[in-house]
């Protein structure tokens, strides 16, 4: 079964600081990803997401990702973080073969980010 | 453009009762997905919409889940009886058929006492 890895549950960072979360999937065949954000109060929205093409993927509020397919990785990155990043964040993969839409998510179970002013 | 939009937002009922949640997806798009998300836990897929008919419901929990989408318009997701488990978010996604992001409402979130 397909499932997603998410390494860190909880991250705590000073404002400044750089980013990376890690997210790892397993599954062998060809696979859209992308990465959530959800903010406080907030819905689910999406930061970035890759479907094919240049690897490195830049996304909303200067975040990017990187695919890496030997590695079956998609880590999100941010060189310096604000305390409006605060948030929890969510790596998820779709099987590209699940007809012509986005089809069914599988998520990781999130990382929260806590950003210190 | 109107978001995706869930009501009620908070929901707290108790055990052996019915609780419906609705969505309503953004107009025009046919694909209408429902997710869940129990505590500490990831968010699951339940099921997903094409316009009225159920395109896939392998991650309905149990038959005490009725999703519904008369019209092709917004969904209903009916838990009867309620059960304790059932406790979490629900979160209720949409997309155009060609589409591929959904576009996610801020979720339901119902407590079971």
């Known amino acids: 079964a397909q499932s997603v890895s998410q390494h860190n549950h909880h991250v705590i960072l000073s404002e400044a600081a750089s980013l990376e979360l890690g997210c790892n999937y397993s599954?062998?065949?060809?696979?859209?990803l992308f990465w959530y954000v959800q903010y406080p109060g907030q819905h689910l929205q999406l930061l970035l997401k890759y479907f094919s093409g240049d690897p490195l993927v830049k996304g909303i509020k200067g975040f990017e990702a990187e695919f890496i397919k030997s590695k079956f990785s998609f880590n999100l990155r941010k060189p310096s973080v604000q305390w409006s990043d605060t948030a929890e964040y969510f790596c998820a993969v779709n099987n590209r073969d699940y007809g012509g839409s986005q089809g069914n998510l599988i998520f990781g179970k999130g990382t929260k980010l806590s950003v210190k002013p | 453009e109107a978001g995706v939009t869930q009501f009620p937002s908070h929901s707290v009922i108790e055990k052996g009762q019915t609780v419906t949640l609705r969505c309503d997806p953004i107009s025009g798009h046919d694909n209408l997905y429902w997710y869940r998300r129990v505590m500490g836990k990831e968010i699951k897929f339940l099921l997903h919409?094409?316009?009225?008919?159920?395109?896939?419901e392998s991650g309905m929990p149990n038959n005490r889940f009725l999703a519904e989408r008369t019209g092709g318009t917004y969904s209903t997701l009916k838990v009867q009886p309620a059960e304790l488990e059932d406790s979490g978010v629900y979160f209720c996604?949409?997309?155009?058929?060609?589409?591929?992001?959904?576009?996610f409402g801020q979720g339901t979130r119902l407590t079971v006492v």
């Open positions: 599954y062998g065949g060809t696979v859209n």
């Open positions: 919409f094409v316009k009225e008919s159920k395109q896939d």
């Open positions: 996604a949409s997309s155009r058929i060609t589409g591929r992001e959904a576009f």
